[in-house]
């Protein structure tokens, strides 16, 4: 059990180092093609400790998020086994899909300067939790 949440949160490290490559590439295109109704808000809080909170934040959430996730893993697995589209678990790989398309739904109309990058988080955080979590943690 101990392994699979160590798999979980190695998961989540990898995941946590796209995070911070691509939110720092994000933040600096919204910084420096900021709107009108940005600016207030990049007076108050700087880019830099922007920056700085993204990687202080994501590396502990995003491991606890892959150590809960395998367990999530686990518990589908015995509820309900059984593949599909590729992956070993056809319900896990399901959930991750459209619970990640439902987050990502508001981030993207919230962020629509810096759409591809958010989708390009999702792709990305599908298929590693989606599908490479069930092949890692077996």
């Known amino acids: 059990m101990l392994d699979l949440i160590m798999s979980g949160a190695i998961?989540?490290?990898?995941?946590?180092?796209?995070?911070?490559?691509?939110?720092e590439?994000?933040?600096?295109?919204?910084y420096?093609?900021?709107?009108?109704?940005?600016?207030?808000?990049?007076?108050?809080v700087p880019p830099g400790h922007l920056a700085?909170?993204?990687?202080?934040?994501?590396?502990?959430?995003w491991t606890g998020l892959g150590a809960l996730f395998a367990l999530l893993f686990l518990v589908s697995v015995r509820e309900a086994p059984g593949g599909g589209l590729g992956s070993p678990n056809l319900v896990f790989t399901v959930?991750?899909?459209?619970?990640?398309?439902?987050?990502a739904?508001?981030?993207?109309?919230?962020?629509?300067r810096v759409i591809m990058g958010v989708v390009?988080?999702?792709?990305?955080?599908?298929g590693?939790?989606?599908w490479f979590l069930p092949y890692f943690v077996r």
């Open 32 to 44: 420096k093609n900021r709107t009108p109704a940005m600016e207030p808000f990049f007076e108050r």
């Open 120 to 126: 390009a988080l999702t792709v990305i955080f599908i």
């Open 105 to 112: 739904a508001p981030v993207m109309y919230l962020l629509r």
């Open 128 to 130: 590693l939790f989606g």
């Open 52 to 61: 700085m909170g993204i990687v202080a934040l994501a590396y502990p959430t």
């Open 11 to 23: 998961i989540g490290l990898l995941m946590a180092s796209v995070f911070i490559t691509l939110g």
């Open 25 to 30: 590439l994000m933040l600096f295109f919204l």
């Open 95 to 103: 959930a991750v899909v459209v619970m990640s398309l439902m987050l």
